[in-house]
């Protein structure tokens, strides 16, 4: 499985992005198979951009994590699944990306400052939701 930055595995010149791309459970081995052995079918997780499209990346990351894999052998994935989250906040909220000494965050209009690569890796340890933190990125409302 490849995820890259500026381009997939599927389309032929196109300028898709690490969150469009789409896991394959065929092609993931072991941490891709699950609920009773290999997936011949190769389902795949579909990302829309939606803030709803994070419920199914929340639960991918802890089907992961249950399965065991160690940090390094999903940590680009977890990167490439925070991304995607990011571009979800930016493009829920008119955000943008900032990045500074190889870190990156978004900056949502109101000021606010958010790490979903970060969040990524909290979810895979069990302490953190992208779909919650693309709630509260979201809410228009003052942060307490």
């Known amino acids: 499985m490849a ?3 500026g381009g ?3 389309c032929d010149g196109c300028d898709h992005t690490a969150g ?3 896991l394959r459970r065929d092609q993931a081995g072991p941490l891709g198979r699950g609920r009773g052995g290999g997936d011949a079918g190769g389902a795949r997780l579909r990302l829309d951009y939606s803030a709803r499209s994070l419920w199914s990346v929340d639960r991918t990351i802890g089907e ?17 699944f925070g991304a995607y989250a990011g571009e979800v906040i930016v493009r829920q909220t008119g955000g ?3 990045a500074s000494g190889g870190d990156h965050w978004v900056r949502t209009p109101d000021g606010r400052l958010w790490e979903p690569l970060d969040e990524a890796r909290r979810c895979y340890t069990g302490d953190g939701s992208l779909r919650l933190l693309c709630r509260d990125a979201s809410d228009a409302g003052p942060r307490l």
Do not use: K
């Open 3 to 5: 995820l890259r930055w």
């Open 8 to 10: 997939c595995d599927e």
């Open 20 to 22: 469009d791309q789409a």
């Open 64 to 80: 992961i994590r249950r399965e065991g894999a160690p940090y390094a052998a999903v940590e680009l994935v977890l990167r490439g």
């Open 96 to 98: 943008e990306w900032w």
